[in-house]
T-cell receptor, first 114, second 117 residues
């Protein structure tokens, strides 16, 4: 069974631009969560989607948004990019949403903002 | 203070050693505990998954959870150079908790482990 895929793998953007990242979960998984990983803050939760609905959101500004499609694929968008948005963005999929579900991560998208 | 504390190391051990990795946490609502392994420039890989207190063994890996002390551990026996990676502990609240306890995983900072031949 194929794992979680994320595209693109690498991105370079300039301040003020916006970016869209894509995630395809493991086949049959219906929940997708997004995390940001930086050397200073580690892995931080962005949001979780299930059945095309955002179920939970972390403490990030409104510039960070996401959505989920009927096939469970998900996208996240960051508008008005700032230098501090440079990070590895990770997507994780699980069968269901809610505490205790095993989450499987993709390889991540490395975003560099210059 | 972070909800989950993990010594970042780095930790360097000789091949064949027993490795002990630990995390402490402050949120008593955490019920599910996981360990992930992350190689450089890769996504985290789920190693161990445990519910509530107790031990779980899988090959060379043993996970322990002590909820009374809010302390979890991962032991790696007969460590190999291929075990060199960053190890992340993660935890989440109960199912159907509502509020902010859904599928959100709260991670430790990760411990960098090097196993040298």
């Amino acid at each position: 069974k194929a794992g979680v895929t994320q595209t693109p793998r690498y991105l370079i953007k300039t301040r003020g631009q916006q970016v869209t990242l894509s995630c395809s979960p493991i086949s049959g998984h219906r929940s997708v969560s997004w995390y940001q990983q930086t050397p200073g803050q580690g892995l931080q939760f962005l949001f979780e989607y299930f059945s095309e609905t955002q179920r939970n959101k972390g403490n990030f500004p409104g510039r960070f948004s996401g959505r989920q499609f009927s096939n469970s694929r998900s996208e996240m968008n960051v508008s008005t990019l700032e230098l501090g948005d440079s990070a590895l963005y990770l997507c994780a999929s699980s069968l269901l949403f809610g505490g205790g579900n095993e989450q499987y991560f993709g390889p991540g998208t490395r975003l560099t903002v210059t | 203070q972070k909800e989950v504390e993990q010594d970042p190391g780095p930790l360097s051990v000789p091949e064949g050693a027993i490795v002990s990795l630990n995390c402490t946490y402050s949120n008593s609502a955490f019920q599910y505990f996981m360990w992930y392994r992350q190689y450089s420039r890769k996504g985290p890989e789920l190693l161990m998954y445990t519910y509530s207190s107790g031990n779980k063994e899988d090959g060379r890996f043993t996970a322990q959870v002590d909820k009374s002390s809010k302390y979890i551990s991962l032991f790696i026996r007969d460590s190999q150079p291929s075990d060199s990676a960053t190890y992340l502990c993660a935890m989440s609240g109960p199912r159907n908790a509502g509020g902010t306890s859904y599928g959100k995983l709260t991670f430790g900072q990760g411990t960098i482990l090097t196993v040298h031949p």
